[in-house]
């Protein structure tokens, strides 16, 4: 969902941006209520529902008022940015109520050290204010490839290489960037290097996920150097709470898994449309062709992860698990659940054609791209 279009009649445009307002307010008033769980319980008992309001603030992102008991944001990030922007400045918002009504801070600075605590007990950002860029601006400002770092120029070319017409020649570079991926993320490792880590939403809150959902975030998760967990997010349409994919990981592989993400998405709807499935086959059948593109990509990682022929050395090194990113993934989802479910059976014939699809997939480019990220409306 999008901000109201500004080129309706006046009238029509004050009606449907009231509504958007108060789907917006409902949704700071949920995220805030699924927030404030985090809290232990003695804290929570001290703090109380604040007021929600949206405001024209030049210059910064949101505010806390602790005369009026108010959280405001800037209305011009709320129109334009995603979710997890939004989500980002009231949570830092909500720190500051936290330090002032729980932690009685209001006799040191706004960022001392009791809104320090309550960031860490919020999973806040305690630098988003101000004029602060928010998350998906630092994640796409073009920063990401250096001139001194060797190894991930060479990936950028590789991915460019990998839109070759030539089939062989595109998968053959897509497989050797995505092995000096692998090498980058455990030189990183190996070598203790300081990793700054961002936590970003994949797709939008929905009150329900197909099963492709689930089979793409375990590719990313085993695949691409993120960590994945599905958290509650605000779904505007429905004005409910739901559920969202959050990947977290250092900005280089969030960015990278985002690309991938995003193109995998985009190759199903096309190649479910070659395939004639929307007008002989029912959304459960695409569900079984998505599935297969996922598992049939998946097989084209895993046979660059096996051993040479001959030999008993793999082509990537062995994977290494990634301690600092364990630990800030411990500190963002203190309280974690695991839920399993079983889906109806799918549909074979159309599992092995996805999967005879999905081998055909190649990935390009998923590093600099910079049109890869052209929507930041409210989703």
């Not at 490792?189 to 975030?217: C, D, M, N």
């Amino acid at each position: 969902m999008v901000a109201p279009d500004n080129h309706a009649p006046a009238g029509d445009t004050a009606a449907l941006q009231a509504d958007w307002e108060r789907r917006v307010l409902r949704g700071l008033l949920a995220e805030w209520e699924s927030a404030w769980w985090l809290l232990p319980e003695p804290l929570r008992r001290c703090i109380r529902k604040p007021l929600f309001t949206l405001e024209e603030l030049p210059g910064r992102l949101g505010c806390w008022n602790p005369g009026k008991r108010e959280i405001s944001l800037n209305r011009q990030i709320v129109n334009t940015h995603r979710w997890d922007d939004v989500k980002e400045v009231l949570l830092h918002e909500m720190a500051h109520q936290v330090a002032h009504e729980g932690l009685k801070a209001s006799v040191e600075s706004d960022h001392g050290d009791r809104f320090r605590q309550a960031c860490r007990l919020l999973g806040a950002n305690p630098a988003a204010s101000g004029t602060y860029p928010t998350l998906h601006a630092r994640l796409h400002r073009g920063e990401v490839l250096s001139d001194q770092d060797r190894i991930m120029v060479k990936i950028h070319k590789l991915m460019a290489l990998a839109e070759s017409n030539n089939p062989n020649e595109a998968h053959a570079a897509m497989c050797k960037a995505y092995e000096l991926i692998s090498r980058y993320h455990l030189d990183q490792i190996e070598r203790g290097a300081v990793q700054e880590y961002t936590s970003i939403f994949l797709g939008k809150p929905r009150l329900r996920h197909f099963r492709e959902a689930y089979h793409l975030a375990h590719l990313l998760q085993n695949y691409y150097f993120v960590q994945g967990m599905w958290i509650r997010a605000w779904v505007m349409e429905k004005c409910r709470m739901g559920r969202v994919l959050e990947i977290s990981g250092s900005r280089t592989h969030v960015q990278i898994a985002q690309y991938v993400h995003d193109t995998i998405c985009r190759y199903v709807n096309a190649a479910w449309v070659d395939y004639g499935g929307g007008d002989r086959l029912n959304r459960y059948r695409k569900t079984d062709f998505a599935v297969g593109v996922i598992e049939g990509f998946a097989t084209t990682l895993a046979l660059a992860c096996a051993p040479d022929a001959g030999t008993d050395s793999t082509r990537l090194p062995i994977r290494l698990a990634d301690p600092a990113l364990t630990c800030y993934m411990g500190q963002r989802y203190p309280h974690v659940r695991t839920i399993s479910r079983r889906g109806p059976q799918p549909d074979a014939q159309v599992l092995a054609d996805g999967r005879e699809s999905g081998r055909k997939l190649v990935i390009a480019k998923g590093i600099t791209r910079k049109e890869g990220f052209t929507n930041q409306l409210l989703e």
